[in-house]
């Protein structure tokens, strides 16, 4: 049974990889009955900060149907309170594990974001990694209410099941939160610089960084002017460290 953990404010679900696969399979299966689509959230101490600091953002996150612990402070931020999140379910990782399960299922995919190309260049080299993924479409756009009539063109054509969207954060996640339920889709998940990696535009810290809980080390130096955003990452600590302990995290069953 999985634990949804409460970190600044932020309900944050405890499944792991393999439960959240389930539960897009489970959604995909029940397409049928909901107009508009579930949408996923890869929580991160960005996120934490942003939602405290904006309401509207923390609306957005408090909508999703899943929010999952995509960075190692969230679980840092957890176990400081008492509670297991069991591993990172990151769009990074998240991005192959799906179009696996797409593969293997039947699933059509669409890829939405990152700079023109990389979407596409993103669709091919995960089909010919999983041959069978059903590629609905891939295109850059831009979360403008402007692109919005050409995306909507395209996602009402294609109808996929599962909907990357790779706008970066926190846009993708207003713009999935504002059209959810003219996506024409199951799923829709924010997965940020996935497509980058997953096409070689830009390389994912190696394993054993990722381990050492350095991701946004390695991510700082190969892309300095993201140090604005990492600055968010200090005033994560400080507020999980000063947070009052009536506030801290509550557990509620999943
Ligand atoms: N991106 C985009 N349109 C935008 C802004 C960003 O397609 O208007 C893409 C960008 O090309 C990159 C992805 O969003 O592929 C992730 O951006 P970033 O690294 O800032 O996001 P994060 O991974 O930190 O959420």
């Known amino acids: 049974m999985s634990e949804t953990v409460t970190i600044l404010g932020v309900a944050v679900?405890?499944?792991?990889?393999?439960?959240?696969?389930?539960?897009?399979?489970?959604?995909?299966?029940?397409?049928?009955?909901?107009?508009?689509?579930?949408?996923?959230?890869?929580?991160?101490?960005e996120y934490l900060v942003d939602a405290r600091r904006d309401p509207t953002f923390a609306a957005v996150l408090a909508g999703a149907d899943l929010r999952v612990a995509d960075g190692a402070g969230v679980l840092w931020a957890a176990r400081r309170a008492g509670h297991t999140l069991r591993?990172?379910?990151?769009?990074?990782?998240?991005?192959?594990?799906?179009?696996?399960r797409a593969a293997q299922r039947g699933w059509r995919v669409f890829f939405l974001g990152a700079a023109p190309g990389v979407a596409a260049r993103a669709a091919t080299i995960l089909r010919e990694r999983y041959p069978g993924l059903v590629i609905a479409g891939a295109y850059a756009g831009n979360p403008t209410p402007e692109e919005w009539p050409a995306i909507a063109g395209w996602l009402a054509a294609t109808q996929p099941d599962i909907?990357?969207?790779?706008?970066?954060?926190?846009?993708?996640?207003?713009?999935?939160?504002?059209?959810?339920?003219?996506?024409?889709?199951?799923?829709?998940?924010?997965?940020?610089?996935?497509?980058?990696?997953?096409?070689?535009?830009?390389?994912?810290?190696?394993?054993?960084?990722?381990?050492?809980?350095?991701?946004?080390?390695?991510?700082?130096?190969?892309?300095?002017?993201?140090w604005r955003r990492m600055m968010k990452l200090p005033v994560f600590v400080w507020m999980v460290l000063t947070q009052r302990e009536d506030t801290v995290d509550k557990v509620t069953p999943f």
Do not use: K
């Not at 990151?90 to 799906?98: A, M, Q």
């Open 163 to 226: 909907l990357f969207v790779a706008y970066g954060h926190p846009r993708q996640d207003f713009w999935i939160a504002a059209h959810r339920c003219e996506l024409h889709a199951a799923v829709a998940i924010g997965v940020g610089g996935a497509f980058d990696f997953v096409a070689g535009v830009q390389r994912r810290a190696p394993a054993w960084l990722q381990r050492l809980n350095l991701e946004w080390l390695y991510r700082l130096l190969r892309e300095p002017r993201r």
């Open 13 to 45: 679900d405890g499944v792991d990889n393999a439960e959240m696969l389930d539960q897009i399979a489970q959604w995909v299966d029940a397409r049928r009955e909901t107009h508009c689509a579930r949408q996923i959230c890869t929580v991160n101490p």
């Open 87 to 100: 591993e990172r379910v990151t769009g990074s990782d998240g991005i192959y594990r799906i179009s696996e």
